[in-house]
């Protein structure tokens, strides 16, 4: 099947309407809508997709005989309905990184990258902002509404184990994708942001005094900065800010001499979303636990690039997006230590995290649940975990590999454009190549681009502090991922070229 055509994945509305009575589907016409989406999804791709666990007839589910359900096994009802006691009996999946899956072919896996804007091939280089998503994602969140929806952890019924199953299976493909030790140290949440703010506030409650300091880096997103400010104004605290160089990588020196023992929280960002600086958080980490300091990374623009370990990075806490690793918005990740999630208050109350409620008195439940208060986002971490399973058909080495080359062209080439300065020049970088270019609007270049179906962001990336060190209020910002390649890189140069020759004219 030509994956190019971008009619492949139609669903036909249309026809839907039509066959139907009146405008509103009923239900033959919907379960049409749902062949007709299976039938799509399934014939995308061909040998490529993993069609194990899919439906073979649309809308039969592959689970209704002899189901596993392994939640459904462990559940035991108690006087209060529910206990999360056997936690421990869903499988952790160790997952290997090293998955030999061809990245060359890796493109066709997503639909979107076959559209056309002002008729001309989308390409896309917003990677830091968002990332696309692959058939198997999107077709994992439609199985999980088709066949599996139901809220989780509270129901005896067969559809609440299935849905708890897959959740809970996400929560142990995150477990092994960051190297976590156990599938309790994975904390759904929303995104990052919603991940920095739930440790601001559960953190600064218990360790945070007058006086005490929080140390980030100038490379943070606002993300990383905003909710800190917050604490430091609550609790009177300080916020210091280690400084880079003029590559835009963390000067080691300095930040080793801002940790003292008033140090309380160190919060870095691994891969810096303006600059593409790739941050030694290791080392920053081993030097922060050294005065006491708990440290938290934020992984939103490295999970997508590199492979990443917390045991090996040793921090406290790390968090990241679902949306930047391929999976849908709405999902991302706290990773914690088990031993030092279970000492910290919850922060949002309600059902879900709790043990036992009497009107004088609240119990709560251990980590990870007690931090995941109400109905949580349901499909979009079972998108996640397909997202993971996705990327481990690769694995992680050879995606950042091959992507460490992509940026190598992309900076090769960019450096040749007269009058375009790169923004972010560090030894070790992922995914960004920042820059500006004499005599222009960074709005403008972003516009021009756009037009030729180029997407990338211009603008100052929710990343102010660190474009200002370097004189600037904006930069142009192509951003990869592994779907990209040398063509699409190229396609950015030529339109930068033919800029720089309108200039020239005075056009
Ligand atoms: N930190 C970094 C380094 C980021 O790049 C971003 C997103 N641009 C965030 C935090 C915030 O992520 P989200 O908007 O998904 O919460």
Same mark, same amino acid.
């Given at each position: 099947m030509n994956t190019n055509d971008p009619s492949f994945l139609k669903l036909n509305p249309e026809t839907f309407i039509q066959n139907s009575p009146s405008p509103f589907p009923d239900e033959r016409s919907l379960e049409k809508l749902a062949r007709e989406m299976f039938g799509a999804l399934q014939s995308f791709g061909g040998g490529n997709l $993993? %069609? &194990?666990?899919?439906p073979t007839n649309g809308?039969? +589910? $592959? %689970? &209704? &005989?002899q189901e596993t359900l392994p939640y459904l096994e462990d559940l035991k009802l108690t006087d %209060? !309905?529910?206990?999360?006691?056997?936690?421990?009996?869903f499988p952790n999946i160790n997952i290997p990184q090293s998955g030999g899956g061809n990245?060359?072919?890796?493109?066709?896996?997503? $639909?979107?990258?076959?559209e056309t804007v002002n008729g001309k091939p989308l390409v896309w280089l917003d990677n830091a902002a968002t990332t696309q998503k692959p058939i198997s994602v999107i077709e994992r969140l439609s199985h999980f509404y088709l066949h599996e929806n139901s809220n989780i952890h509270?129901?005896?019924h067969t559809l609440a184990a299935r849905s708890t199953d897959a959740y809970e299976k996400a929560r142990s493909l995150v477990q092994g994708f960051i190297g976590a !030790? +156990?599938?309790?140290?994975i904390v759904f949440v929303r995104g990052t942001t919603e991940g920095i703010n739930l440790l601001a506030n559960i953190i600064s409650d218990k360790h945070i005094q007058s006086g005490d300091e929080i140390l980030i880096t100038h490379l943070e997103h606002h993300a990383n900065i905003v909710p800190w400010q917050m604490v430091c104004a609550k609790k009177g605290a300080k916020l210091k800010v280690a400084p880079v160089d003029d590559s835009g990588q963390i000067i080691l020196s300095e930040y080793e001499r801002l940790? /003292?023992?008033?140090?309380?929280i160190v919060s870095i960002t691994?891969? &810096?979303?303006?600059?593409g600086t790739v941050v030694p958080v290791e080392e920053m980490t081993r030097s922060a636990h050294k005065v006491g300091a708990l440290v938290i990374v934020d992984g939103a623009q490295s999970v997508s690039h590199m492979p990443v370990n917390v045991q090996e990075i040793d921090c406290d806490f790390f968090v990241f997006s679902g949306h930047k690793l391929f999976a849908p918005t709405g999902i991302g990740v706290v990773y914690g230590k088990k031993s030092i999630l279970d000492t910290l208050p919850p922060w949002q109350g309600g059902g /879900?995290?709790?043990?036992d409620v009497q009107f004088d008195h609240t119990t709560f439940q251990e980590a990870p649940f007690r931090f995941?208060? !109400? %109905? !949580?986002n349901i499909a979009d971490a079972v998108g996640l975990g397909a997202a993971i399973e996705y990327l481990n058909r690769f694995g992680m080495k050879q995606i950042s590999a091959f992507e460490h080359d992509l940026l190598e062209y992309g900076t090769k080439e960019l450096l040749k454009i007269p009058g375009l300065r790169l923004i972010g020049t560090a030894k070790d970088k992922a995914g960004v190549l920042s820059f500006v270019v004499d005599g222009f609007k960074t709005e403008e270049i972003g516009k021009r681009l756009a037009e030729e179906g180029i997407a990338v962001r211009a603008g100052?990336?929710?990343?102010?502090p660190i474009l200002r060190r370097f004189g600037l209020e904006s930069t142009v910002r192509p951003s990869l991922a592994f779907y990209n390649s040398c063509e699409d890189i190229d396609a950015l140069i030529r339109v930068l070229y033919q800029l720089g020759s309108r200039n020239k004219l005075g056009i």
């Open positions: $993993p %069609t &194990s666990g899919l809308l039969s +589910s $592959p %689970t &209704s &005989s %209060t !309905g529910f206990s999360y006691s056997n936690f421990q009996s990245l060359t072919s890796a493109r066709r896996d997503f $639909p979107i990258l076959t509270r129901a005896a !030790g +156990s599938a309790e140290e940790l /003292n023992s008033k140090t309380k691994q891969v &810096s979303n303006a600059l /879900n995290m709790i043990k995941e208060a !109400g %109905t !949580g100052h990336h929710c990343a102010q």
